[in-house]
């Protein structure tokens, strides 16, 4: 069992950055490859970025250059950098995780709590 643990996020204007962490109960020594994703109400929930156990990283085409997705295995946290934010990147942010590599397809297993990103113009 993994249990995610989100923090970060909050309001930014438009141009702006934030950072979201993800601590992890366990997964660097199981191999868990980990993924941002992110969901607005009534649409449905999209990749963001993914990373898997070897470092390998995925993007959305929508966040490349903007978004930089690393993990820290010392302390088992993910991180999300987000820059030059815009209105389109408000949604609820998830972490999540599993021991298959899906890259950017929403099959993970285990899922944070979410976090809120509001981008203002």
């Known amino acids: 069992q993994v249990q995610l643990v989100q923090s970060g996020g909050g309001s930014v204007q438009a141009g702006g950055s934030l950072r979201l962490s993800c601590a992890a109960s366990?997964?660097?020594?199981?191999?868990?490859?980990m993924a941002w994703f992110r969901q607005v109400p009534g649409k449905e929930r999209e990749g963001v970025a993914a990373?898997?156990?070897?470092?390998?990283?995925y993007y959305a085409d929508f966040v490349k250059g903007r978004f930089t997705i690393s993990r820290d295995n010392a302390v088992n946290t993910l991180y999300l950098q987000m820059d030059s934010l815009n209105p389109e990147d408000t949604a609820m942010y998830y972490c999540?995780?599993?021991?298959?590599?899906?890259?950017?397809?929403?099959?993970?297993?285990?899922r944070g709590q979410g976090t809120q990103v509001t981008v203002s113009s």
């Open positions: 999540a995780a599993d021991r298959i590599a899906w890259a950017l397809l929403p099959r993970y297993t285990y």
């Open positions: 366990k997964y660097s020594r199981s191999g868990y490859s």
């Open positions: 990373i898997d156990s070897d470092g390998r990283s």
